[in-house]
């Protein structure tokens, strides 16, 4: 099994930096975060919840030449990445992990869907209105404006 590890990005104004989850999930933007590594772990039979300690102690411990983030903290978001490409986001909270995959998919749909929102409305403007009002539709439904994007 693949992981890859994400960190609050120091450049970023974000105050749930090392918070709990409970803390955190009503202002969680994956966009504050950054990717610092990529690593591979040995999966055996053994539970996400045991990889992800493995994976902490490492980078508590016996931390890789090659990592240049900070200790692995609460509020670093781990995925577990297997052999299908299935991913699984998971939050170091303050005692185990949280599993935000759900939430962090929505945020990159949401993200896909307003950037082509972006694209398909420059090409409206210039006269090609393909696909423009199902997108819109679609964006309605989640919720989002167009206004001033």
Not at 45 to 66: A, R, S, T, Y
Not at 72 to 87: A, G, M, P, T
Not at 120 to 146: F, P, S, V
Request: with cysteine; charged share 30%.
């Amino acid at each position: 099994m693949r992981y890859e590890i994400f960190q609050i990005d120091s450049k970023r104004e974000c105050d749930y930096s090392f918070e709990s989850w409970k803390y955190a999930k009503e202002k969680f933007n994956i966009k504050d975060y950054r990717y610092v590594y990529y690593g591979s772990i040995d999966e055996g039979n053994i539970l996400d919840g045991e990889m992800l300690d493995q994976i902490f102690e490492k980078f508590n411990v016996k931390i890789p030449d090659d990592f240049e983030g900070h200790s692995l903290s609460i509020s670093d978001i781990v995925v577990l990445i297997d052999d299908d490409e299935n991913r699984k986001s998971y939050y170091c909270d303050s005692y185990g992990w949280e599993n935000i995959t759900s939430i962090v998919k929505y945020q990159e749909a949401v993200d896909y869907l307003r950037d082509e929102l972006k694209d398909q409305r420059k090409a409206w403007l210039m006269g090609n209105e393909n696909h423009y009002g199902y997108l819109y539709m679609i964006c309605n439904d989640l919720g989002l404006t167009t206004e001033g994007q």
